[in-house]
């Protein structure tokens, strides 16, 4: 299965997680997902995959 939450590196260093569907910021309980380090928004995008996973069982 392709990830629909993707991680990138933005010019200021700090990472964004990105819904892939839409090409924009994924959004969780109203806050745009910017601003993380690398670990923490490749942990953010794992975890939307795998709720997103469980919606569609």
């Known amino acids: 299965m392709t ?3 993707v991680v990138r590196q933005e010019e200021d260093g700090s ?3 990105y819904d892939a569907a ?11 997902q910017l601003g993380h380090g690398e670990e ?3 942990a953010v995008a794992r975890e939307l995959d ?5 919606d569609e069982d």
């Open 3 to 5: 990830p629909r939450y």
């Open 15 to 17: 990472w964004t997680v």
């Open 22 to 32: 839409t090409d924009l910021p994924a959004v969780v309980n109203d806050m745009p």
């Open 40 to 42: 923490d928004a490749r």
């Open 50 to 54: 795998a709720l997103m996973a469980d």
